[in-house]
């Protein structure tokens, strides 16, 4: 089997890596390929985040501590601002058919799976603007033979003939 600067190059299942000895993998952070499927994106704590705030002035990309309101600070390269850079942390369930490992995607992997940045993905996330809600019409009733709304009440309007249904 091959072995790369950071590990094995042929792909291992889940259960062969479990099978070696921690010698194997002797530096902290190897790698190995395996060919899984993604199963979960989220942890087990639902409530878990899939994103930070990270340092916004481009230093370091640590986590900034803070909020909207009273702004964020980067305890590690002293940033404070209003803006920090939105970064990926996604908990992530992988699955091969020997076994399934829990596995942690940061910004460049979370941006590749997802597709978008965090921040664009942020904003998918916040509510859109109040708007006035739209009538609800009750469900037709199935002997009504219904041909238009009316534009006042937007309740529906029966054909002539048709029995009243009692909208």
């Known amino acids: 089997m091959g072995a790369g600067a950071h590990g094995p190059t042929e792909p291992l299942t889940f259960s062969e890596v479990n099978e070696r000895e921690l010698s194997d993998f002797p530096e902290k952070g190897t790698y190995f390929m395996n060919n ?3 199963t979960r994106v989220g942890g087990v704590k639902q409530d878990a985040p899939l994103w930070f705030a990270a340092c916004g002035g481009g230093k370091c990309g640590k986590k900034a501590i803070g909020d909207e309101s009273s702004g964020y600070n980067c305890e590690s390269c002293g940033w404070s601002g209003t803006e920090p850079t939105w970064r990926f942390i996604l908990n992530l369930t992988l699955a091969d058919g020997t076994g399934q490992v829990y596995a942690t995607a940061f910004n460049d992997m ?3 799976l997802l597709g978008k940045q965090a921040s664009a ?3 998918l996330s916040d509510p859109p603007p109040a708007s006035p809600p739209l009538p609800l019409l009750p469900p037709p009733s199935p002997r009504a033979n219904l041909t238009a709304l009316r534009s006042a009440g937007g309740r ?3 054909a002539e003939g048709a029995e009243p249904t009692g909208v």
């Open 36 to 38: 899984a499927y993604l």
């Open 110 to 112: 979370g941006a590749a």
């Open 121 to 123: 993905v942020l904003t």
């Open 156 to 158: 529906p309007q029966e």
